[in-house]
Structure formats: C-alpha cells, structure tokens
DNA sequence: CACCTTTCGTGTAAGATTTCACAATGATAG
DNA sequence: CTATCATTGTGAAATCTTACACGAAAGGTG
C-alpha cells in the first residue's frame, strides 16, 4: 500500500491537511466532504477521493470524513506525528523571519538551530534561538541527529553549504537561494525562489 | 501560437531562463545545447527542446541554442522586457525581507511600495522604501497601475485584502500566507508555504 | 567536396494523471 | 421497516505529459 504512489498524490496531502486543520478551528463540524474540501481548495471532489484511496479507506459513505480522524491519518502518513527538527543556514533577512515564524511547531517542524559565517551575527539571538558559527555545524546536526534543512543564503555558497550539510546527514533540503542544487540520490530538495513564481504568472497577463 | 500552451510548460521557462542567465554570467560561452542545460537542471533534453518548440525555432542544428538570443526570446514571451511594479502588502518580517532583496530588479520586477496596517510600522523606511498606510492601498495600486501584488500578511486578513487588491486591479499575487485564496476568473494566484514543501519531503524519510 | 559529428525539431508511442460515472454503503425520516 | 438521500471508493475512459527515436540541418575536417 505504501509503495508506487505518485509524487504528484503526495504532493497534495499537505494541502488538505492544512485544510482539515482550518475546518477544524472554525469549529463548526465534526465531518467533512470530499466535495466540501475540493470546493474549499478549488480541487475536484474525484480527486481528492482518489489521492485519498491509495492510502485507505478514510470516509464513510452517506457521512464523509471525520475531520479528527483524517487529519491524524495524514499526519502519520507524512511522518508529522512527531516533530522535525530544522537546521536554518543563513541569518540574514530571511533566516530572522524564519527564527521568528510560529507557523512550524504546530505543523510538525521546530527551528533547532541557526548558522551563519559572519562573525557579526553569530551570537545574536535570534527568537528562542542564538546565532551560531558555521564552523560548528556539522558537529551540532550530526549530534542532534537533524534530517531537515533550510537554506537562506548567498546562491553563490549554496551548493557547498548543500553538500556539508548532507555530508552531516540532512535528507531534505529547502532552499531559498536562487540556483539548482544537486544532491545525491536519496536526498529530497524543494526550492522556494518567488521571482520564478512571478515570472510564471505574468506570462498570462 | 500563443493559445493552448499548457501551464506546466511555462511553469518551465521561468527556470530556464534562471539558468541560461547562469550560463551568460559563467561567461565560458556563447551557446548551449538543450542537453547541457538539462543536465545542469535534472531536466531531459527532449522535454527543453519541446518545451521550446512551442514557441517557435530557437536554436540550430549542431551548434544550440544562442544564450544571449534565447534569454532574450524567454524574456520576451514570460513578458519581462520591461519591468513590473510590484506591491509588497505587510511590513513585517518577511515583507521586510523582501524589501531589502535585491534579487527582484534585474529579473523584471521592482518592488514599488510596501503597506501595512500597524501606526508603528507605517512612515518605517525599509529598503529605498518607506511603509505606507494601508488605507492609501487602493489610491495607489490605481494611480500606478501595479498589476503585481505580493501578500506578507497573516493569514486571517489575507482573503479581505486579496479582494482589495484584485478590486484595485492587481492581476497576479504571490501570497506568504498559509491559506486558499479564492479569486476571480483571470487573476493568477501562487503560494509560498515552507511547512507545505517540508511536508512533502517528510513523507519520503 | 565528401564525410563525420552534433544537435535540433517533431511525429508517435508510452506513461501518468484526471475525470467520469456508478454500485455500494450508511444515515435519516416517516 | 422501507424509501430516500448523501457520499464514498473505484474501474474505465479521457486527457495530459513525457520519452523515444529519427530525419534534417549545420559546422568542422581532411
Ligand atoms: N530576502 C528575500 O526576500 C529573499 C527572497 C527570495 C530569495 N532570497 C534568497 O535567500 C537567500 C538569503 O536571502 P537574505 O535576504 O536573507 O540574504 P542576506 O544577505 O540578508 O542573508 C544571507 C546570510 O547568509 C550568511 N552567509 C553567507 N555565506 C554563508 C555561509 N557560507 N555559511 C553560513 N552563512 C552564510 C550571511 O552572513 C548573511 O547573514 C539568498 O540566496 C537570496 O537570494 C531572499
Ligand atoms: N516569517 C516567516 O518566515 C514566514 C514563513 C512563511 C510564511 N509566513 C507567513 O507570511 C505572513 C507574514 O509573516 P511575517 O513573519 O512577516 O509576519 P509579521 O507578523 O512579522 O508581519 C505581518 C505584518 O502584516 C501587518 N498586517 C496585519 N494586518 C494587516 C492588514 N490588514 N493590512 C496591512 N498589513 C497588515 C502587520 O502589521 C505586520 O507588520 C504570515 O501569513 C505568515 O504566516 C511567514
């Protein structure tokens, strides 16, 4: 059952997951629909049902989804149960927005540590966190065992950085610097460049 | 030619141009083959070169494609050869990120103002910027013709001010915001949600 | 010039993804 | 208890996307 699903169906659950969380503080139901999260999403109803059945069978007919219920399901079936701890590479701009950002701790993801090379920030604290040299990164995740990491840093240092820090043992990858990483099989990256966003939408305007 | 291009095509050009952009700063050449840049971007080469078919002939057998004319055609059809205003609402963290990045300008955008709502943070300057009240929003947006939005807002006021932009005539918005954004036929929305890319990667650790 | 190498552009085949549509199931109401 | 309604899970069809493979062009070489 866990084998041979689409990247693409994957690619979803986080979405309905962040939906069913917000069904679930508006309070208003114990149940949902698949028609009721699609239309909610902009998403067929078909669709949902289907991503969802590669996994099991989540709903009940005549009643839908218990909310509760499928939100847990999903958070197991995406490794959230318990939380990640993150490494954050870079505290510049965009490292300091990421140590102040709450949005992690509920979603399965804790800030652990923050890295930077320049003398002036390490030290600096940073939210709960205190700036730390990169010298000493490849002892601290390896000890704290971190698999999850982000990248806020010049392009022109991201794929060495990429390569220390799986060197050290990261298996996911989320970068903000404007450039294609490599890494070896086996290691996911995701990459986050908004003027690659922009420039997708205004072809349409 | 223009009509009936699927969407995951152009979602590619942004990140070619990325690249061959790359490739005129290495400055090592001139050209490059449809192959040499899918290897640099995990892409194959029949798909750049189908990709790029859908527009027209860009290259030429044996040699390539020329970097320098090919930039320039992608430029031209993701409608990039003059820039784009663009309006950063939320002067917070993140909106002050985005202030300060000069990674905007010489890839078609120019970040033009920067909203919020908090007494505090309004008359701020931030970047070559300084923060307007959001109450000016609307007179603004008009009277510069912004067409680019980008949304560094919590989450519960980011559908209110999304129907204010697009009232105001803005037609593609990036939203930081962990939240569906429902909008009329014709205006582009795209996301930006850290924890959703982790999410995804979580699945396969 | 004849030959060789490179690389494009593209028709077609293969594969992936979405949509359709319906039997089956559970809830509800009279 | 039966009829009605809502909604699931899922094969099969339709659509979309990628990969293959090759003729044709361009440039270089002897
Ligand atoms: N600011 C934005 O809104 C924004 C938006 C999109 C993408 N980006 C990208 O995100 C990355 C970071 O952006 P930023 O605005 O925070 O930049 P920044 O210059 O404010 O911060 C970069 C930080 O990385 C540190 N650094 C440099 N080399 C390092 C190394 N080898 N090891 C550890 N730390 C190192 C620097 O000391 C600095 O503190 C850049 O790649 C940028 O292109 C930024
Ligand atoms: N900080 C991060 O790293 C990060 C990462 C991902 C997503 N986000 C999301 O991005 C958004 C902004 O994050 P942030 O960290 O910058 O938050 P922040 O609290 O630092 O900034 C939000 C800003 O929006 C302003 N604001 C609130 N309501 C407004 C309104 N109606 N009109 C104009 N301005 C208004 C506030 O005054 C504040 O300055 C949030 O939705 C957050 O969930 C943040």
Redesign the interface.
Known sequence: MATDIPDIV??R???Y???LT?LAEEGKQKTTSSHELGH???ISSAQIRKDLSHFGEFGKQGTGYHIGYLTEQLSD????SSE?D?AVVGA???G???A??N??LD???RIACIFDNDPQKVGEKMGELIVQPDTDLEKIIKHKQI??A?LAIPPHVAQPMTDRLVNAGV??L?SYA???L?VPEGV?V?Y??????????????
């Not at 079936?77 to 959230?80: A, D, G």
């Not at 908004?194 to 420039?199: A, C, F, G, K, T």
Request: hydrophobic residues 45%; proline residues 5%; glycine residues 8%.
């Open positions: 994957i690619g659950l986080p979405i997951l962040r939906e917000r909610r999403l902009g079936i995406l490794r959230l990640w993150v510049g701009f965009l300091h927005a990421l102040h950002y949005g992690f979603r399965g993801f698999k999850v982000i298996k996911a989320l404007p450039i294609h490599t996911q995701s986050s460049d908004p003027v690659i966003q922009l420039q997708r939408m205004t072809y349409y305007l």
